[in-house]
């Protein structure tokens, strides 16, 4: 059997995640998901992290579903 850990794939940056908004309040972009102490230290210090919030903000979805 193979012991390895199995490396995580980075999902996508968080400017194309559905969750990445512009917050008026703070006057830039931020995530919407409110994550955990260590979510947010594994964010910042792994660079393979791969959030498991991660949502493609796919825009043009529903025009496909519709035709």
């Given amino acids: 059997m193979n012991n390895e850990k199995k ?3 980075p999902q996508g940056s968080c400017e194309n995640c559905a969750n990445y908004a512009y917050d008026q309040e703070y006057e830039e972009y931020v995530c919407m998901v409110d994550l955990d102490e260590d979510e947010y ?13 991660f949502k493609l903000d796919d825009e043009y979805a529903v025009v496909r579903k519709q035709n």
């Fill in 7 to 9: 490396k995580r794939r």
């Fill in 41 to 53: 230290y594994r964010f910042l210090n792994e660079p393979n992290y791969a959030c498991p919030y």
